[in-house]
Structure formats: structure tokens, C-alpha cells
């Protein structure tokens, strides 16, 4: 018997991502990842969605063969939403991503280790951010 989750995707990428669409600003800084599943392993067929909610600015990239994604976003932005596309949710996961350990109401209630899940980390090419769905090192989602 096929559940719902057997027939979610793999469809994210194939019809939902055009070029240009993960630059928010092109003059901004490269913020970058993985979406991993809860084995550790890539998501080639995911989709990440940001939204600058103080810019109005939204953004989307499909996952790579090793899970990956990218976006060119503003550096003066401290937060964006990110939603999570990916086979077998039924529904979007919904988080964010810091590019400073921001002075947050949402961070402060958090504890360091669920905290450390949503700053993205400092590379010399700009910041990367993974998603884990699952597992000891889980991404913190939210409520929608």
C-alpha cells in the first residue's frame, strides 16, 4: 500500500525553479547549505524558499546532487524565513536563518545548542547554512 508520504515529489525541482530566482540581491553575499534527510544524506530534489520580510524580497533554489542550494542575499539583513520543501512532508517546514547571533526574541527562547541550528556560520566566501530535517543536530522548524 503507497502512503502519502511514497507520493510527495520528487517534483520540487522540475518545474518550480528558474534561473535568477535565488538572487534577492545581486549585489549582497552568498548564503549557501545542504538539506539533509534524517540518515544524514544529501536531498537532491529539495526546494528552499527565503523571504526578507523587512526587504520584501523572496528567493528560491532546487538542491543539488549533494543537497545543495544558494542564494545572493543583503548583508544588512540580520534574519530571513526559510521554508523547506522536500519528498515526503506533507507539508512545508518552516525555520529561519541568522547571519549574526541577533539580539531575537525567537533566539532568546531558545536554548544554545537548538539556537546554534538557526545562525548561519561565517565561510570567506560568505555564510553557509545547513537544514537537517531530522536527527541528533535537527534544524529547528516552527509551528505554522
Not at 68 to 85: K, M, T
Not at 110 to 126: H, K, M, V, Y
Not at 131 to 137: E, H, K, Y
Amino acid at each position: 500500500m503507497t502512503t502519502p508520504s511514497q507520493t510527495v515529489g520528487p517534483f520540487y525541482s522540475i518545474g518550480l525553479v528558474n534561473d535568477g530566482q535565488s538572487v534577492l540581491d545581486p549585489d549582497g553575499v552568498v548564503l549557501e547549505g545542504q538539506l539533509f534527510d534524517g540518515q544524514g544524506e544529501p536531498i537532491w530534489d529539495g526546494l528552499i524558499e527565503l523571504w526578507d520580510a523587512a526587504g520584501g524580497r523572496w528567493g528560491r533554489s532546487g538542491t543539488g546532487p549533494e543537497g545543495n542550494f544558494s542564494f545572493r542575499v543583503p548583508a544588512d539583513v540580520p534574519c530571513f524565513e526559510v521554508y523547506v520543501f522536500a519528498r515526503g512532508l506533507l507539508r512545508h517546514q518552516w525555520t529561519r536563518v541568522y547571519l549574526d547571533d541577533a539580539d531575537d526574541d525567537v533566539l532568546e527562547r531558545l536554548e544554545p545548542r537548538e539556537r546554534a541550528t538557526l545562525i548561519a556560520q561565517r565561510e570567506s566566501t560568505g555564510f553557509r547554512f545547513d537544514i537537517r530535517l531530522q536527527g541528533d543536530d535537527a534544524t529547528v522548524f516552527f509551528a505554522h
